[in-house]
């Protein structure tokens, strides 16, 4: 994923001219968002309907979506894989320090680009990923000061309306594609005229000088570079073209509620890291822990969780982040030694970033719904089977979360009154092992309430499904469970409904 086009006046370097993801993408997502920015209207009173007008009206215009939807995971993805090549490879070293710092604005750049454009559609998932983003500038310390103006500035007042879709939309069509076009400039222009592109370390650091001379051999751009760079644009975009046909669609949810919230509600995936340091899996249990032991609480009075979490602690790394280079070329002459970008001379940088990417893909774990997240055992049988919106990932591998009605589809959901006690056991219809499946979610809530010391689960708890012709070509699917209350306030009752329509694709 190295820049293409990366070239002085004397030609290009001979490792200038792999893949370009990064820059193919932004190509792209330029001239689909233009495309889309001719129908989209950002007022909170239009601009889902004009989602949807682009999605069944206009020609090609699911396509337009979908294609600069993949476009932006790509770029994101394209940019922090980068970011980590550079890293581990040491290109970061003199003298390209400041490269680096440009690297890494250009990073945050692009997470805000993907990150503005997440609250367009204005629909559920959009509307709360945002909501929770946003929520940490609140958090920023002083909050009387920073959080206040910070939230201000972002949400436009205290929740997310008019005012801070116009926002999102000016920095994502003007403000952020024009700081991103002002750093790419000065990115590459350190590149193509002052530095070049880093070279393998093992030939650049080569003791023969005939393997560094070989090295830096350059190649005229035209013809030859130029060929290569754009068949490898044409293969990318082919490769993105064809997986937003086949295999992936934007999803699009309900409208977008400010007073429903939905169940299990992430941040986009780039930033889950920031939301599993905000579950606070070690600092707060263990300042509990020793609050315990001495007597004191040592959180209430010395810990604010989500200042220090959501804000001081993702902004310190990323300052670490922009300082590398500088700190790495001060632990050279800490330790007395020459510069070098071969790992076995950067054992403890190398080892730093592998501790970097697990720390990341444990911490993005914690941000998930599948850790430290939970909600009532009634709610969650009803997400399990019928979760209120259908979200399909974008790589087919991982499980999507559209639930078990949905996917036995619209045909095979037989009108009828259905007691999910009846099916205690799995028949040979696919229709009635779902309603076995169903029963044995509930009855395994009945025993743990049996079993349970703690009042866990629901006790006798039965289940009922209901599926009714609601209006032509839409079926409205329900999900009655009903218990013993137990507790003071417990209702014993739960009802999870959706609509299924024939010619869905989303739900």
Not at 300 to 327: E, H, N, R, T
Not at 441 to 447: E, G, I, N, T
Request: hydrophobic share 45%; glycine share 8%; proline share 6%.
């Amino acid at each position: 994923m190295e820049n293409c086009g990366q070239h002085d006046a004397r030609g290009v370097g001979r490792h200038g001219h792999r893949r370009c993801a990064r820059d193919v993408s932004f190509i792209i997502e330029t001239i689909t968002g233009l495309i889309l920015m001719v129908f989209y209207i950002p007022a909170q009173s239009e601009a889902y309907e004009s989602m949807i007008k682009i999605m069944t009206e206009i020609p090609f215009g699911q396509l337009m979506r979908d294609i600069h939807r993949v476009g932006a995971e790509l770029m994101v993805a394209a940019v922090m894989l980068h970011m980590l090549r550079v890293f581990l490879t040491g290109s970061y070293k003199h003298p390209r320090e400041f490269t680096w710092v440009t690297g890494v604005v250009l990073l945050i750049i692009t997470w805000l680009l993907s990150y503005s454009g997440y609250l367009l559609p204005w629909d559920q998932l959009s509307y709360w990923a945002v909501t929770i983003g946003t929520s940490m500038a609140k958090s920023a310390p002083p909050k009387e000061i920073a959080g206040y103006i910070t939230n201000l500035l972002l949400r436009g007042g205290d929740t997310i309306a008019q005012n801070g879709l116009l926002r999102f939309y000016l920095l994502h069509v003007i403000l952020v594609p024009l700081a991103a076009i002002i750093f790419i400039s000065v990115h590459y222009y350190r590149i193509s005229r002052l530095h070049g592109i880093s070279l393998p370390a093992g030939e650049e650091e080569n003791p023969d000088p005939a393997v560094r001379k070989a090295a830096k051999e350059r190649l005229d751009y035209l013809p030859e570079v130029l060929t290569k760079e754009l068949m490898w644009a044409a293969i990318l975009t082919f490769v993105i073209t064809a997986f937003s046909v086949f295999v992936f669609h934007a999803p699009l949810e309900h409208h977008a509620d400010p007073y429903r919230t939905p169940l299990h509600t992430t941040a986009p995936w780039y930033f889950l890291w920031i939301q599993g340091l905000l579950k606070d899996p070690i600092v707060l249990p263990t300042l509990r822990f020793i609050g315990g032991v001495i007597g004191f609480d040592l959180v209430k009075d010395f810990y604010d969780s989500p200042a220090w979490q959501g804000v001081i602690i993702p902004s310190v790394l990323i300052l670490i982040w922009f300082g590398v280079p500088y700190i790495d070329e001060f632990w050279d002459k800490f330790m007395g030694r020459q510069p070098s970008r071969q790992g076995k001379n950067r054992k403890l940088g190398v080892t730093v970033g592998m501790l970097a990417i697990v720390s990341f893909v444990i911490l993005t774990y914690f941000g998930t719904p599948f850790y430290a997240v939970s909600a009532p055992p009634a709610v969650e049988i009803g997400q399990e089977f019928m979760p209120e919106e259908c979200v399909l990932p974008a790589i087919p591998l991982i499980p999507d979360d559209c639930g078990i009605v949905r996917k036995m589809g619209f045909e095979k959901l037989t009108v009828g009154t259905y007691d999910l006690t009846a099916y205690a056991t799995k028949n040979s219809g696919e229709f009635e092992q779902m309603l076995a499946k169903m029963n044995a979610a509930v009855a395994h809530q009945s025993q743990l309430a049996k079993d349970s010391k703690n009042q866990s689960g629901l006790p006798d708890a039965k289940g009922v499904l209901v599926i009714e012709d609601w209006q032509s070509n839409l079926k409205k699917v329900s999900l009655q469970l009903r218990w013993t209350p137990t507790r003071a306030g417990d209702t014993g009752s739960y009802d999870r409904i959706i609509y299924l329509h024939k010619e869905s694709r989303y739900e």
